[in-house]
């Protein structure tokens, strides 16, 4: 399977299962749509375009590719799926965990996934002791695999700041016994964000996730306080002054946007102009009919966002002036490995969600919806293995949109959560993500092809 597509006077194509891709001039690319004829047909077929001569000789160029392997290559993964059976374990290896520490927050965000901070639920805080025991799960469930990590997560975890403290330090002692390695991630809206804070944080976090959507208008329209005010003009210099501090790494400013500010590439933008280096704006995830949920009517023009934003990073890059934009970070040399390919993010077996009341879920979006409790730290390390074997059971092969799809080893099946949202199961992806996911794909590989040709 091959995938070509054209960006900016550029002619790109993927090879899917080899991952090769090659910038090609336009024989090329007009003679790989017929590579399943012969060679007089090929000929003939371009004759009033091109000469014979072009012709024969771009056909044999692409013919020592494929026989390379760079072209039409084999879907060898495929074939190991077929060997070797499903990639799972008798036993679930937990690897990471999403401690939220805080079922509250001080903002009332409009597209908030998680109810303004409560899930559904109530206003509850993790007590210190609680985060100890999922450490204590954690440790035990994860096996022989050393490198472990825990992302706090809320709501607002600074709302909860001492049990963060107690629970990090109580992480790092058990390490030196157990043979692990923890790494940690905290997300902050960043509105109590202090020295002390902030001193902890690089002390002790290996990321932090600093949340704000980009201009002050579009940002004070969705994330804003109980009261209504804004947050923008407070937050944006602890923002910048955390980035600083960390030395522009290790972080991402965060920021997420909907069918209000279709213009998004203007945000990422604005956000680099303020000096940030490590820039993330997502999509919305929103219920149909909101106000704010992306439309299928929506996806041409933020494909041009997406082309057009991907043309001013390619070009301030050159200029020594670039930024790195989450979504055009694709590493073709070695990238992820063959299961995170096949699997994703492993939520449900290998990555989940802990409540402040110890409950667990198969990761942070499906929290608060009873039918996917898989158990409690707080009651042992059981786990429920119907839950989890129905998530580790999912791969790109085993859904059939992901298997014809020439994007699935990039965003390896999308998210679950999103499935599970629109089309109420998990084999069936949320098809405007995909259709996202897939330009971004194409804006990251036209850079790369770029960045190689200079």
């Not at 590579?35 to 007089?40: G, V």
């Not at 494909?303 to 001013?312: A, S």
């Not at 942070?364 to 009873?370: A, D, R, T």
């Not at 999912?394 to 949202?421: E, H, M, R, V």
């Amino acid at each position: 399977m091959i995938h070509k597509f054209k960006m900016h006077g550029s002619n790109i194509v993927l090879d899917v299962n080899s991952g090769a891709v090659h910038m090609v001039d336009d024989i090329a690319y007009d003679i790989l749509d017929h590579m399943d004829n012969s060679d007089e047909e090929i000929v003939n077929g371009l004759s009033g375009k091109y000469s014979r001569s072009e012709v024969m000789e771009t056909l044999a160029e692409l013919k020592q590719l494929k026989a390379e392997g760079q072209l039409f290559s084999e879907d060898f993964m495929e074939e190991y799926l077929a060997e070797h059976g499903p990639l799972s374990h008798s036993q679930p290896i937990v690897k990471a965990l999403c401690l939220h520490i805080a079922h509250d927050c001080n903002l009332r965000c409009r597209y908030c996934f998680a109810s303004t901070g409560d899930f559904g639920t109530q206003r509850t805080l993790m007590t210190a002791e609680t985060g100890k025991r999922a450490i204590d799960f954690l440790i035990e469930r994860s096996g022989t695999r050393r490198n472990l990590e825990v992302d706090f997560f809320g709501g607002e975890p600074l709302l909860n700041f001492e049990a963060v403290k107690e629970i990090v330090l109580y992480a790092l002692e058990r390490q030196k016994v157990s043979n692990k390695n923890f790494r940690f991630t905290i997300t902050t809206n960043a509105v109590l964000l202090n020295e002390d804070h902030k001193k902890f944080i690089n002390e002790y976090m290996d990321n932090v996730v600093l949340s704000i959507d980009g201009r002050p208008e579009v940002n004070d329209r969705m994330r804003f306080r109980a009261d209504g005010r804004g947050t923008y003009e407070d937050i944006l210099p602890k923002i910048m002054d955390m980035a600083e501090s960390r030395e522009q790494d290790n972080y991402y400013v965060r920021g997420t946007f909907t069918r209000e500010n279709l213009d998004f590439s203007k945000d990422v933008l604005h956000l680099a102009d303020l000096g940030f280096k490590q820039v993330s704006v997502e999509p919305v995830v929103a219920a149909k009919d909101t106000g704010y949920d992306l439309r299928e009517e929506d996806l041409p023009g933020l494909f041009r966002e997406y082309e057009e934003l991907v043309y001013e990073y390619v070009k301030r890059h050159r200029e020594s002036d670039g930024f790195n934009f989450f979504h055009f970070m694709l590493d073709l040399e070695q990238g992820p490995c063959l299961i995170k390919k096949l699997k994703g993010c492993g939520s449900g077996h290998e990555y989940l969600a802990v409540t402040p009341e110890g409950d667990l879920y198969p990761c942070h979006q499906f929290v608060g919806m009873e039918g996917f409790k898989m158990g409690n730290v707080n009651h042992g390390t059981d786990i429920s293995v119907s839950i989890s074997e129905m998530f580790e059971k999912q791969n790109i092969y085993t859904k059939p949109d992901c298997k014809k799809c020439w994007a699935k080893f990039f965003c390896s099946g999308g998210c679950a959560a999103n499935a599970w949202q629109f089309n109420n199961c998990l084999d069936k992806p949320y098809e405007i993500g995909c259709e996202l996911e897939r330009k971004r794909v194409e804006c990251a590989l036209w850079a790369k092809a770029v960045e190689a040709c200079e």
